[in-house]
């Protein structure tokens, strides 16, 4: 095959930087190594084929402006921010993940077929717009209320100021589903009956997932989308799914109808659909749907123009990749004579065989990852030396659909094993190491000390060798977080690694770490506060979980407690009661004898528990009433830990 362009640069940048005599390289630009290292990536690749181009082009109506700001002023979305990503690809992004962030690039409203509407780039996902007998059925609404809100009221300019008629959650990921209060409200979804259609477990899902492991997921997807990255050609280029994620207000509206059957007919507005309920995939929650009238198929989030995530590195419930096979398996069973696929991420496909042989690479890149896996852990194989062996065939390695520029394959064949056999790879010497400080001050301990540890890692750093250069440094810094030197020269090997990735989120991560090493973790987390309107819909027995997940079991040992919970707003009656350093609760009426009976609106409830209410102002409140020992009660709750939000995850100085 005739080399690419982005290729031959990518060589011609291994020959300068080779010659002991070249120009230098600037600390913070790619190495000889990286350009050689891009140039084996994309061997093979015909970075000029245009189709996709086409497709990601087609149907442009019109481009948005300007920002979306949040509550507080702060800039969720910038539609300018990424006009940098056109033309060649600089030394600093693997070109065919440049390649996949030019077609993410191609931003604004767009007409897919006779009466079916994409919103892209006003958040990681899309909003589809399908046109009803009386106004707009709303598919997936973003992240946050205020890019919904901009969404909708940009396709209103261009379209008509036509009412929302329906919605539908295709699945329980809050970019999916947490901008639905920029576009209609639970009074107004109430008082026109407008139907909300949801896959079975959506509720318990979407709230569960964000509310018990909520602290630490957000925090993990800085890193993985890249949130503090500036855009430009050292820093984020692409999420793999789009531009960015819209860090606003977070809200929700239980469904009124739920999908509950393998296939399920539906009319909304005069629209006819065909669901196909698809749980346990890429979501625990999850439905696809047809438009038999206008030859359309709604692949959700089963198909992106990108390999997907069997397990996010944000963290996540492990994802069955056999189950996803079997699922695009039933697509292609139901496509008949579709003519026009639409994804809730990235540009449809046209054409009946065009979006067949998508779904069928699909199909076989997550059934070879499962199989492989499968076969090679049957053979002793660790997870690590899994992710070393398996390498796609070429009939699916070549085609850019399935490419990792979100999942990554390494990171989804451990998942795999992980789902099967667990994290833990059968060598003893794993089952109860040393923690990684105390490890890590032991190996530098050997190695002669810190300095040799950083004058072995900066050879290797010399050699391009930095995943190596990585495994060392990690040590030497947890041995000594304050060695300014060994974590400038991490940060920069991490930097190295982030210009070679394909995958997105690995190039997010890999600049995020080096951005930390330099600058410390952020200052903030994602702000409690835009979790509000989510939460005041979640179950009580959701915040009483992670209560009792955020006890400290240490100091509540030897506290036998017992409270009353009444929530007056949503008549919920609980007991909670402190066990062997444990809390337990259970929905019953108050007991005799409590320590304390708190009688509190569900909304502040919420308040007091995300920390956006302080308890001094809540103990004043009318809706607020404590009988019994306050004393006791506000021990009680200095018992529970606030996760900050914001820890550190390569900048560690202290345990």
């Known amino acids: 095959m005739k080399p690419t362009f982005p290729a031959l640069l990518a060589l011609a940048l291994v020959t300068l930087g080779g010659c002991d005599k070249g120009p230098s390289v600037a600390a913070d630009d790619a190495t000889p190594a990286t350009a050689a290292a891009i140039a084996a990536s994309i061997k093979g690749l015909n970075l000029e ?61 767009f007409k897919v077929t006779d009466g079916i509407y994409q919103l892209r780039g006003f958040d990681i996902a899309n909003m589809t717009l399908i046109e009803g007998q009386t106004g707009w059925i709303v598919v997936d609404p973003l992240t946050a209320k205020e890019s919904a809100a901009a969404a909708l009221a940009f396709a209103r300019q261009q379209l008509g100021d036509k009412a929302v008629s329906a919605i539908v959650f295709t699945h329980d990921h809050v970019d999916h589903f947490g901008g639905v209060l920029g576009i ?30 909520g602290p630490a997921m957000a925090r993990r997807s800085m890193y993985q989308f890249g949130k503090n990255l500036a855009p430009g050609a050292k820093g984020i280029v692409d999420t793999g799914l789009g531009k960015n994620v819209a860090y606003g207000s977070i809200g929700i509206i239980a469904p009124t109808q739920i999908i509950d059957q393998p296939t399920q007919e539906l009319v909304l ?83 009946n065989e065009r979006i067949r042989e998508f779904i069928t690479k699909h199909r076989d890149v997550y059934k070879y990852l499962h199989d492989q896996t499968v076969r090679l852990m049957n053979a002793g194989y660790t997870p690590n030396e899994i992710a070393e062996k398996i390498q796609l065939p070429d009939s699916l390695a070549s085609y850019f659909g399935t490419r990792g520029y979100y999942g990554d394959l390494r990171h989804n064949v451990k998942a795999i094993y992980q789902m099967y056999l667990g994290a833990y790879d059968g060598n003893p010497a794993h089952l109860n190491p040393l923690s990684p400080r105390e490890s890590a001050k032991r190996y530098v301990e050997l190695m002669g000390g810190s300095a040799k540890v950083v004058d072995a890692a900066q050879a290797a750093y010399d050699k391009g060798d930095y995943r190596w250069v990585a495994e060392l440094l990690n040590q030497a810094t947890l041995d000594k977080p304050d060695d300014e030197a060994a974590k400038e020269l991490l940060a920069r090997a991490y930097e190295q690694m982030g210009y070679q990735a394909e995958s997105a989120t690995w190039r997010n991560s890999y600049l995020t770490a080096a951005q930390e090493l330099r600058n410390g973790p952020p200052a903030k987390g994602v702000k409690r506060s835009d979790l509000i309107e ?24 030897g506290k036998n407690w017992t409270f009353n919970l009444v929530l007056t707003d949503t008549r919920e009656t609980f007991v909670l009661w402190i066990e062997n350093a444990v809390l337990h609760y259970r929905k019953a009426a108050p007991v005799a004898g409590a320590n304390a009976t708190l009688t509190v609106s569900k909304n502040l409830f919420v308040q007091l528990l995300s920390g956006t209410a302080g308890l001094k102002e809540a103990l004043t409140s009318d809706e607020l009433k404590v009988d019994g020992s306050q004393i006791n009660l506000l021990r009680f709750l200095g018992l529970l830990e606030k996760a900050p939000g914001n820890f550190a995850i390569v900048a560690r100085e202290g345990d």
């Open 184 to 213: 209609t409200s639970i009074e107004d979804v109430a008082r026109r009956n407008i139907p909300v259609v949801a896959p079975a477990g959506f509720m318990e899902e979407a709230t569960s997932e964000n509310i018990l492991a």
């Open 49 to 109: 084929d245009s189709k996709d181009l086409t497709d990601a082009k087609r149907g442009f109506i019109a481009r948005p402006t300007g920002q979306i700001l949040g509550s507080d002023g702060s800039v969720l979305i910038d539609f300018e921010a990424f006009r940098f990503v056109e033309g060649q690809a600089p030394s600093t992004v693997n070109p065919s993940l440049w390649r996949h962030a030019m077609l993410n690039a191609q931003i604004g409203l």
């Open 269 to 351: 507005d005069g629209v006819t659909f065909v669901f196909h309920n698809m749980p346990g995939a890429e979501a625990p929650a999850e439905l696809t749907f047809s438009i038999p009238e206008r030859k359309a198929y709604g692949g959700a989030e089963l198909l992106a123009q990108t390999m997907h995530n069997l397990l996010p590195i944000r963290g996540a419930k492990v994802r069955d990749a056999l189950r996803w096979s079997e699922y695009t398996q039933i697509a292609l069973d139901e496509l008949g004579d579709t003519e026009v696929y639409f994804g809730q991420h990235n540009w449809p496909i046209w054409g």
């Open 534 to 557: 989510l939460m005041k819909q979640t179950p009580t027995e959701r915040f009483l979980e992670a209560m009792a997940a955020s006890l400290d079991g240490p100091a509540a040992d």
